[in-house]
């Protein structure tokens, strides 16, 4: 790591002149924008991304299996799954506030250093045979609370590390490394498990978080920038956040967005079912593996080839079209009965997906001043935790009522309608650029 910085060195700030970006010529105009990582704080952050993206992986498997081993039930895996959720919304909406009011790195070293403790009991009760569902569903929990603490502080730090012309490609830089890790990790668990056994899993994570923590030790210094900082993070400092993001229209519309396609468009409770009817001719194995890999492969795909549009300045309608994206293809993956058809048009999601990501955190770091970033931050992990899995209860639903199909295809078209309804309602979202 490049060592030409210390842990005392000032941190960037708002002001910080984005460099017009040098003119990129032939297949390097495709590629990933990679200008962020010349910053070394940046670098050292994303650094102890690409290991922990795929750690954290191997518990995400790791923890699931060993309950389903202990029960021999998917019922006790979908109420640990509920266990998790509950810590990590209030923790991040909680984190958010927290983050806006003491120096982030540190809050950082505490919460990675918090996750790698709980990875290391997580191998305790594993390597001891203890086979405690109780235990491991506290564990989850204690290790969701630090991720939610941690989550907000860590993206609020980016726009201090970078300028604002290049948070869209740190963004994709990021993002691209946390959709490699859902593909490549739960690849490499299922290659470990039979190998090394599964206790030895949460034991690579929490080495893996080691590197993390020093990376973070090694950042600058990234207190408050405002002078005012004698506040506490409570209840009212979380309320004045939502408040924020109502009188804030660009913002409120960055989140109902990816509400929107989400909850109305991500069909992966439907993946089984799919599997074992409309694709079993392919083989149900084969077709479930691949409709749950389709979408983080196409986001990675995207990534790669980020620098085709990281550069673009209309942020608000990146978000638009990507959206809308979202929802055409969807509805093209529920009308498709060729397996590989409808695998493409997941990939296409999954590349729709990573523009949509990389501009609405655009969009929360450069609208929000510093001092809400941390509390925008928590907002919008815990929309993106929550979506998901109220997507799996609406979908589950209305694919019992109508045949899973049309409800996948009603829900990108749905997707389609709501998205450019409030385009053109609030204005706001179309009008925003850098």
Known sequence: MDTSESSSTEPRTDTTAAAPPPPRRGWCRWAMDTRPLRIPAYRR???????????????????????????????????????????????????????????????????????????LLFWLQAVTGLESVAVLMVLLALQQAFWGLNAPARSASIARLVPAGELPAANALGSTVM??????GPLLAGVLIPVIGLPELYLIDALALCVTVWAVYRLPSLPPLSASVARRAGWREIAAGFRYIAGHKVLLLSFLADIVAMVLGMPRALFPQLAAQTYASYGEGLALGLL?????????????????????????????????????????FGLSRNLWVAAAFLAAA??????????????????????????MQ????????????????LHGTMGS??????????????????????????PALRRYRI
């Not at 999954?350 to 941390?374: H, K, N, P, Q, W």
């Not at 928590?378 to 209860?393: E, M």
């Open 292 to 332: 749950f890999a389709a979408v983080p492969i196409g986001a990675v795909a995207g990534g790669l080839f980020s620098g085709t549009f990281s550069r673009a300045r209309r942020h608000g309608w990146m978000v638009i079209g990507a959206v809308v994206g979202w929802g055409v293809a969807v509805a093209g």
């Open 45 to 119: 952050l994303w650094s102890s991304t690409i290991v922990t993206a795929v750690g954290s992986q191997l518990t995400a498997v790791a923890v699931p299996k060993q309950i389903y081993d202990i029960t021999r039930s998917s019922a006790w895996v979908g109420a640990a799954s509920l266990a998790g959720l509950l810590p990590l919304i209030v923790f991040a909406l909680w984190g958010g506030a927290v983050a806006d009011t003491v120096d982030r790195r540190k809050l950082l070293l505490v919460t990675n250093t918090g996750i790698a403790v709980t990875s």
């Open 179 to 184: 959709q490699t890790g859902q593909v490549v």
């Open 378 to 393: 928590g907002v919008f992990t815990v929309v993106v935790a929550g979506g998901p899995r109220l997507a799996d209860v």
């Open 401 to 426: 009522v109508f045949g899973p199909r049309a409800a996948v295809a009603g829900g990108g078209l749905l997707v389609v309608a709501v998205m450019l309804t409030l385009a053109a309602a609030v």
């Open 350 to 375: 999954g590349v729709a997906d990573m523009v949509s990501m990389v501009f609405r955190g655009a969009i929360l770091l450069s609208a929000a001043t510093d001092e809400m970033r941390g509390r």
